[in-house]
C-alpha cells in the first residue's frame, strides 16, 4: 500500500511546480490537479490555500503601520 502522492514532477522545483498548480487551479479542480501531478487532493487543497494566502498577502496593506 502506498500512502501519498507520487512526489510530482520530477526535474522541477517544489517552488516552481506548486505556483505551476496555483496557476492551473480554476476553483474546481482539485481531483485532476491531483491526479495530473501526482499529489492527494488534500495536497493540492494545500498548495492552492498557500497560493490563495500569498496573492492576499501582495494585495492587501497592513492594517497597522510598523512605525511608532
Known amino acids: ?9 520530477p526535474g522541477v522545483s517544489r517552488s516552481l511546480r506548486e505556483e505551476q498548480i496555483w496557476q492551473e487551479f480554476n476553483g ?6 491531483a491526479k495530473k501531478h501526482g499529489h ?8 492552492v490555500k498557500c497560493g ?6 501582495r494585495r492587501q496593506m497592513p492594517l497597522f503601520s510598523e512605525q511608532n
Open 1 to 9: 500500500v502506498q500512502l501519498g502522492g507520487k512526489g510530482g514532477t
Open 28 to 33: 474546481t479542480n482539485y481531483a485532476q490537479l
Open 40 to 47: 492527494s487532493e488534500v495536497h493540492i487543497r494545500s498548495i
Open 52 to 57: 490563495r494566502d500569498r496573492d492576499r498577502a
